[in-house]
């Protein structure tokens, strides 16, 4: 029986080593017994990826090979509608009611907490424990920090006292690697080698690179 779950969700179009090492890091420096990774199918805030996404979850499968106590999580897969994360977390605090539950994510992805649905139930469901992101404050936004504020863990201990509720800010080695920065090395028919697992980039065909660079850069985050 798990006793700490960490929950790391994103597009992975594709899937990167920036993902792979949060995932790695998290589990190893909060002592989860297992980190969940999570494609979205419907993500409310940006378009559908043209890589489906089972494609995706393969991909992440594809990464995590042999990797001890990373899992790739179908479950938004199966859901209809827009991938909420609260929807994730109130099925995962189902499944495991006693376990300490770690929603993971960047910088960038924490300065726009306010704007994910249902926000502030987040907490009421799990922990939050961010990592620096190039470009992005690892500060509460102004929106959430009225909430945040005395919810800070400062220590991994403080935060595994209890179930969910806090937030905990968590170092690792910087990678400067980004979905959209994979996509547009592609489109301009650059080599990736190196920023994404090499068993997903031996797997990737014509048409897997096709869908990526047909993915919407309008509004990139990095
Ligand atoms: P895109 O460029 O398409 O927005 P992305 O690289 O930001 O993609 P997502 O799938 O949007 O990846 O992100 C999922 C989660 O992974 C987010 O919480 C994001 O902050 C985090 N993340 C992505 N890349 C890194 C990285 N290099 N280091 C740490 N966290 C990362």
Not at 47 to 66: F, G, M, T, Y
């Amino acid at each position: 029986m798990a006793r700490a779950v960490g929950v790391f969700g994103g597009a992975f179009a594709p899937f990167h080593n920036g993902h792979l090492r949060l995932a790695i890091e998290a589990r190893e420096r909060l002592a989860l017994d297992q980190v969940r990774l999570i494609p979205t199918a419907h993500p409310p805030h940006r378009p559908d990826s043209h890589v489906l996404p089972a494609r995706r979850l393969e991909w992440i499968k594809l990464a995590i090979r042999r990797e001890r106590g990373l899992i790739a999580d179908d479950r938004e897969i199966r859901r209809d509608g827009p991938s909420y994360t609260v929807d994730t977390l109130v099925e995962l605090r189902a499944q495991f009611p006693q376990a300490v539950l770690v929603l993971l994510m960047g910088s960038d992805a924490f300065q726009h907490l306010h704007t994910w649905y249902r926000w502030t139930e987040l907490l009421e469901l799990a922990h939050l424990a961010v990592v620096s992101r190039p470009g992005s404050l690892l500060e509460p936004s102004v929106e959430t920090c009225a909430l945040l504020a005395a919810r800070r863990a400062d220590d991994i201990g403080a935060l595994m006292q209890s179930r969910k509720g806090r937030w905990f800010q968590f170092e690792v080695p910087m990678l400067d690697i980004s979905s959209t920065r994979i996509r547009r090395l592609l489109r301009a028919g650059h080599s990736v080698r190196g920023l994404v697992p090499d068993a997903i980039l031996d797997a990737m065909t014509a048409a897997d690179v096709a869908a990526l660079i047909q993915d919407d850069d309008a509004t990139p985050t990095h």
